[in-house]
């Protein structure tokens, strides 16, 4: 849910960390949220620490907000109705443009 929404296309010639906050977001954390979707409502964190175990998430998500407000980096962070309706969304876009270039006749 967090992946298709987040507007990527080419190289921008970022750093690394940019790219990682730029490429996805999270839904918001929360007891239930965190375990109907095993943690990996913290996309953000998985990005930049993809070994670390899913259940320390949340202890270095305020380290990682904070490394973004200080930099000026936009934390991308929905409600999970909000982020299940971006994925929507965009799955119905990119169907949409599949079905014109490959299958309207003409």
């Known amino acids: 849910m967090s992946h298709i929404p987040m507007d990527i296309d080419r190289d921008q010639r970022r750093d690394w960390f940019s790219m990682q906050l730029k490429a996805t977001m999270n839904a918001e954390g929360g007891s239930f949220n ?15 620490f993809p070994t670390m175990p899913r259940h320390s998430y949340p202890l270095v998500q305020p380290h990682v907000k904070r490394i973004c407000s200080k930099h000026g980096i936009p934390y991308v962070e929905k409600p999970l109705g909000t982020a299940f309706a971006d994925i929507i969304r ?5 169907g949409e443009l599949w079905f014109e270039a490959y299958y309207m006749p003409g």
């Open 34 to 48: 965190d375990w109907f979707t095993g943690h990996l409502n913290y996309q953000i964190e998985h990005h930049l």
């Open 90 to 94: 965009s799955l119905k876009k990119s």
